[in-house]
């Protein structure tokens, strides 16, 4: 099953071909600023497992092409009356139409996760390779979608976990011009 499929292009918005991105570098100001998300957790096979709602930010770091992400919402498992507080940082290390993923918080600091090439026509970051983590493979793609609304999408699979988690993010503050 391909990871984008829960959401598809028309679902989310996008035009093949019609790329906003032009040929200007300007990924870190694309990110940059203060998003809404809204996350879906879904089970092998396709079952709603929990909602997730909270606020992401990309800040500028000391190094160039260097962007800090955080994240802190409430997750709402659909079989249960609790809300749980989730929270995680990572680092985002752009390079033209490449972009690497760090893992950012006090459990894992400096590690990997995942690197994306961007295809232009697509409006989107693919990855490279899947990231490996005590026997379950992460994959996930980022899709842009004009300047304020970009979707990431992630499959999960392995001897512990089996899920997608497809997480819309909606601009909240405007870039720094």
Not at 80 to 103: G, I, K
């Amino acid at each position: 099953m391909a990871i984008h499929k829960l959401m598809s292009n028309k679902e989310q918005g996008f035009q093949k071909g019609k790329s906003f991105i032009k040929d200007n570098y300007m990924f870190p100001a694309y990110f940059s600023g203060k998003w809404s998300l809204e996350r879906l957790v879904f089970q092998q096979p396709e079952v709603l497992f929990a909602k997730a709602y909270g606020v992401a930010e990309f800040q500028e770091s000391t190094a160039n092409d260097t962007m800090l992400y955080s994240e802190t919402g409430n997750v709402f498992p659909l079989k249960s009356q609790r809300a749980f507080r989730f929270y995680r940082n990572y680092l985002y290390q752009f390079d033209r139409n490449y972009l690497a993923v760090w893992l950012n918080d006090e459990i894992n600091k400096n590690v990997l996760f995942q690197e994306y090439i961007f295809d232009p026509l697509e409006n989107k970051y693919t990855p490279k390779q899947e990231h490996l983590c005590n026997k379950d493979r992460y994959t996930a793609l980022f899709k842009l979608n004009e300047i304020d609304t970009y979707f990431h999408s992630c499959k999960v699979v392995g001897p512990h976990k089996d899920f997608f988690i497809n997480t819309t993010f909606t601009r909240l503050t405007k870039p720094a011009s």
